[in-house]
């Protein structure tokens, strides 16, 4: 069983470097860490960075994920090979772009590239918004899913993920007491179904639903509220189409043995208890 920690960031490919920074400080909140000639680092938390635009092809996507000891990753490694997932071991040079020790990338059952990673870096400054989005950091994502049941089987018996609920056959899953760090959407081709960044309060949600309509950014779903994790979420799109989310207010789930997971419809009144209709593909299958 592969342990994952958490999800550690996204890398997404883009054409466009200067309109994805512009989005991601000016519009999501996020403070670059770094910029270098092909690729601007941002943070949303205390870790060095949580997303990550680089010049090249807009369907270069990954997410990665934080495992153990240098151990656990030779042993997810061998597993995953086991498994029929050729796995490549990042260079020296692709570790030092990534600011940690040692990774290894592969693709899910499903075709998303997925990174495991060892000791990536912790910030030593406090994030900074360059908006006042009360962002208080990177969260979960979304993964398209050619076959959920199937991918289901991966995160759980493959990894330690944990189903905490269903939408139709589409699972969320959590690593720790988080209700979920990752939920598959059904959807014909691999890639990053929506990012997630956590802020504060109501009023953040309530404020950034404002400011995305007086800048002409497209809101896709929300506000609303999950029945689900109950979290209150708005969810609106980025560069390459690409949704993100905000949301406050995720259950935690304290009692792990006593947790059971529930079904909810693959419908409008499975992903939100307030009404709000998605304008999102992949929540109208
Ligand atoms: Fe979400």
């Known amino acids: 069983m592969i342990e994952l920690k958490d999800v550690r960031y996204c890398r997404l490919g883009t054409s466009d470097l200067e309109s994805a920074e512009r989005f991601a400080t000016s519009i999501l909140g996020l403070e670059v860490a770094e910029r270098t000639r092909s690729s601007v680092y941002f943070k949303s938390d205390e870790r060095d960075h949580t997303l ?127 209700h979920h760090v990752i939920a598959l959407f059904p959807w014909p081709t691999p890639g990053i179904q929506h990012i997630n960044h956590q802020v504060a309060s109501t009023d953040d949600v309530q404020r950034s639903h404002r400011f995305l309509l007086e800048h002409q950014v497209p809101i896709v779903f929300g506000p609303g509220r999950h029945v689900t994790s109950m979290a209150q979420f708005l969810y609106f799109r980025g560069p390459q189409g690409l949704v993100f989310e905000y949301s406050v207010g995720v259950t935690i789930i304290n009692d792990e043995p006593a947790y059971r997971e529930r079904q909810l419809p693959f419908d409008p009144s499975g992903f939100c208890g307030w009404g709000a209709k998605p304008q999102i593909q992949q929540f109208q299958n």
């Open 52 to 178: 990550c635009y680089f010049q090249g092809n807009e369907s270069d996507q990954a997410a990665a994920f934080e495992l153990g000891s240098s151990d656990d990753l030779h042993a997810a490694a061998t597993g995953l090979e086991r498994l029929g997932h050729p796995v490549h071991y990042g260079s020296g040079e692709e570790c030092e772009l990534r600011k940690l020790r040692e990774f290894i990338s592969f693709s899910d059952p499903s075709g998303n590239r997925l990174e495991f990673v060892v000791r990536p870096a912790q910030s030593a400054r406090r994030y900074h918004g360059t908006r006042d989005a009360g962002v208080t950091g990177f969260s979960h994502i979304g993964l398209n899913s050619i076959d959920v049941e199937r991918d289901e089987i991966f995160w759980t018996n493959v990894c330690n993920a944990r189903v905490s609920d269903r939408i139709g056959d589409a699972p969320l899953l959590r690593l720790g007491p988080v």
